[in-house]
């Protein structure tokens, strides 16, 4: 499947909970059978996150502790200091002001994005849709280069994200 129609048809459903100032972003990827400790791997480890996401750690994310991330070299670190592991079900760690916790339950990944700027919010699920037809593609068996950045803008990250801007103001 082409990357775009990739990107257009994964149904991740972004939900929006907004209280006291802040914003939670709730995505739910559905990753087609496979197992918890693959996507484990593709959520904690390094290399693997560098093939699909903008959180590039300097460290797995595998035990509680600071750590740092990039999304490629030119970018300045942020905080991606790991607040709490439960080992193959549950990661929660900063990415730089946020808050992300991933959650694994058997075949869905679910992913919880507390914004320090609540108004990024369609920004980030944008970004997150894009990463996850990445990842989809990659679990797949399909080679598939990151697509994240200004070059995910060549993917239709800019329609996603005014789509989600209306629906957030929506909701």
Known sequence: MDIRDRILALNIAPR??????????????????????TIWSFISEPAELAKWSPIVPDRPL???????TRESAEFDALPADVISVEPGHELVHRWGDDTITWRISGDRLDCINV??????ASYNAAGWQVCFAVLAAILEGEEQERLVGTRAKEY????????????????
Request: charged share 20%; aromatic share 8%; proline share 6%.
């Open 16 to 37: 929006l909970h907004r209280a006291a100032g802040q914003a939670a972003l709730e995505l739910s990827f559905l990753t087609e059978g496979a197992d918890p400790q």
């Open 62 to 68: 595998t035990e509680v502790g600071p750590a740092t």
């Open 115 to 120: 914004l320090a700027i609540p108004e990024m």
């Open 156 to 171: 239709g990250w800019s329609q996603l994200q005014q789509r989600y801007e209306r629906e957030f103001a929506d909701g």
